[in-house]
């Protein structure tokens, strides 16, 4: 989660991955642009990714001046665990967490998952699109690795085999989070994620959560379709800049 104050830093796993000296940087405000330039400046920067929530439109327009190009809207849906019942899934998929052994196929699902997705490393065209797809493969292998009490992937089966993920974490004793979720590509519209989301809701509410918070981008229609069927509502949202100092 990315609500709190403004934050920057420079991002490793970025300029391993893309090849140049990456930062990222969150809650920008109007006020704070130059600081963020300075320390883009100081730290011969040449990839920024830089996060405003929606409401700060003096920041946007501000980065749009400094040549700041929008590359995704993220809108953050929240539910709300104890006002009304987590509905019943009526899916035929079985959802469990996931078994030791299958990282793999999570991963390998997460890169077929993502591939020309609409995230805002896709819509950056300098920007490699397998170098892209690969972000969200080890984002989904990294949540595998990092399951313990506070976070989890559960997985959708059908006749054994693995069709989809959710990667869940606990934000605070309060707040659980939808950090990544998906269905194969062969086997999406058939009401998968809905099982997966309703599995999400459980996993929170067992672990004493009183709210469950996904995002994704907003123009991920399919998505926003199942969550707010099943009680998600909006919370926020955040635009996502690119800039390149070059
Ligand atoms: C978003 C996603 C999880 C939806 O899963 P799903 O199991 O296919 O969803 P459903 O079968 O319940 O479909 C939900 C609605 O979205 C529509 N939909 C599903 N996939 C769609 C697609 N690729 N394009 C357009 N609409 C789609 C369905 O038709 C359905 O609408 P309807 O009931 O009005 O007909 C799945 O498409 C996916 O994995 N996408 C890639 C990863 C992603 O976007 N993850 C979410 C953000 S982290």
Known sequence: MEFG?????LSAIDEERFGHKAAR????SKDVIPELM?????NDVKFLIARCQSSEIKAAQEMERAGFLLMDTLIYYSRD????PIPEDD???TIRPLHPGEEGRIKELAQRMFHKYVGHYHMDERLDGDKCDEAYASWA???CVNRGPDSEVIAALSEGSILGFA????NSP???EGVLVGVSPEAQKKGISKSLMIGGLDWCLSKGADQMLISTQMINTAAQKVWTRLGFEPARAMYTFHKWFD
């Open 38 to 42: 300075d320390f883009c400046a100081k």
């Open 5 to 9: 104050a403004f934050s920057v830093s």
């Open 25 to 28: 940087a969150s809650m920008v």
């Open 174 to 176: 309060q707040e659980g």
């Open 91 to 93: 899916g035929s998929v």
């Open 167 to 170: 990667a869940l974490r606990m």
């Open 141 to 143: 292998a990294i949540s």
């Open 81 to 84: 665990l104890h006002r009304t």
